[in-house]
């Protein structure tokens, strides 16, 4: 780990001094190599589909480790959305001239290294990869051991391309150990890593988070909310909330609980209800919610507790509760939420713009899907992670949230008097 840590070092050096041109040519070659793999990609991720479906691991657990053909296509084109944005390293902002004569500005600058823990989804693999290159910083991988060979086949690819571009093949380096020590000797080792950041179940990132000497982006969990408000289009609040919580169920970004105001719930519960039991997601309610929902065949509905209104389920199973008004709705997502993603349904533009306001999450929506808080679909090209934290980057972390800012100084021989 010390080699591995003084290899990064010295390879971010050259990563911060690369070209433009050299970072774009390796993330090209890269998404050309991703697609060309295909085939040997697919073996060593039946490999590790085999062996975790053998290990006991649940459905979500196996459906992020799936290295599909259409998630090798979705992350070969992040790397060419990145290759095709500007280079965010060197941009000097803000430049003004002082009555001293100097000119003051700040100038956008790599990291540096940066280490990544993740667990299952081995195109965070790619994603990390593709965001260091271009940032000009270099970084540790640390995927789970679940994931391990399709991680190394992966490592590879990225290997190659740097190699390709005359970049240091150092600049992306991957930890082919299992072992969990590992881990601990990164995220103990200042001297070699600026930031660690963490991505899988709250039990990883918690322990990353209380044991690290190292500064961490993180967020802990997921449990996103979609409000439907007292004004609103109903077949829009349909179609949004189904696909907030139905189009997948095992990301950070589905929604977990759906609050309806009360002069919107006769009408809109039985609906949603209906629709959410032929997609088999069990409902929890409040004693309001239970009410208006009535019988419908076939459907699991439950009483919620109080742990329901705080859960980020990854399944499934949907939280229900009606509120009186929007200032109800506010609190019950600062007080319960995550501080995730959160969105608000309705036709009312000042309520919207409340919500927005007011709600203390990474990333706030109107009448849009909580599914949408991913930075390939905010542009990004791809992302590092997702940060509920005020400090540095918040919400999807992509180039920027890999940099930083320093003050630069421009003169003419001015001297302070």
């Known amino acids: 780990m010390r080699a591995v840590g003084q290899a990064a070092r010295q390879a971010s050096r050259r990563m911060a001094a690369a070209s433009t041109a050299a970072k774009n040519q390796a993330l090209l070659s890269l998404a050309r190599r991703l697609r060309e793999a295909g085939p040997a990609l697919a073996s060593a991720n039946a490999r590790d589909l ?7 691991l649940d459905g979500p657990m196996l459906d992020r480790l799936k290295l599909s053909p259409e998630v090798i296509e979705t992350v070969a084109q992040g790397c060419e959305q990145i290759a095709a944005m500007p280079d965010p390293v060197g941009e000097i902002s803000g430049l003004k001239r002082r009555p001293s004569g100097i000119s003051v500005g700040q100038m956008r600058v790599p990291l540096g290294v940066f280490g990544m823990i993740y667990e299952s989804r081995p195109n965070v693999t790619i994603e990390a990869a593709s965001l260091a290159i271009k940032s000009g910083n270099a970084c540790i991988l640390r995927g789970g051991s679940e994931a391990i060979h399709s991680n190394l086949a992966l490592a590879e690819l990225v290997a190659a391309a740097l190699r390709e571009a005359g970049l240091p093949p150092e600049g992306v380096q991957l930890i082919a150990s299992t072992d ?5 000797l990164l995220i103990t080792a200042p001297e070699h890593v600026d930031v660690i950041i963490p991505r899988g179940g709250k039990g990883l990132i918690e322990r990353i988070s209380a044991e690290s000497k190292v500064p961490v982006i993180k967020h802990l969990d997921g449990n996103c909310h979609c409000y439907v408000d007292a004004e609103v289009d109903f077949d829009l609040a349909l179609t949004v909330v189904m696909n907030a919580k139905t189009q997948k169920y095992s990301p950070c970004n589905a929604t977990e609980s759906l609050l309806v105001h009360a002069e919107s719930a006769s009408d809109f519960l039985p609906h ?4 959410l039991a032929e997609k088999g997601v069990e409902m929890r309610g409040c004693s309001r919610s239970l009410a208006l929902l009535g019988p419908i065949p ?3 509905i439950k009483p919620a507790t109080e742990a329901d209104w705080s859960e ?3 399944a499934p199973i949907l939280s229900i509760k009606v509120v009186d008004s929007l ?3 506010i609190e019950h997502i600062n007080r319960y939420g995550s501080h995730h993603t959160d969105a608000i349904l309705t036709s009312n533009h000042g309520h919207a713009m409340r919500f927005l306001r007011e709600v203390d999450s990474a990333s706030v929506m109107v009448n849009a899907s909580t599914r949408f808080a991913d930075g390939f679909e905010y542009g990004l090209g791809a992302e ?4 509920t934290d005020k400090l540095h980057a918040r919400g999807p972390v992509g180039l920027e949230g890999l940099s930083s800012l320093k003050w630069v100084v421009l003169g003419q021989g001015e001297v302070r008097r």
């Open 312 to 314: 980020e389920y990854l």
């Open 384 to 387: 590092i992670g997702i940060s």
């Open 298 to 300: 076939g459907a699991v």
């Open 327 to 329: 200032d109800e709705a």
């Open 272 to 275: 949603i209800g209906a629709l």
């Open 50 to 56: 085999k062996a975790a479906a053998a290990a006991g």
């Open 180 to 184: 969990r020590t590992a881990v601990g």
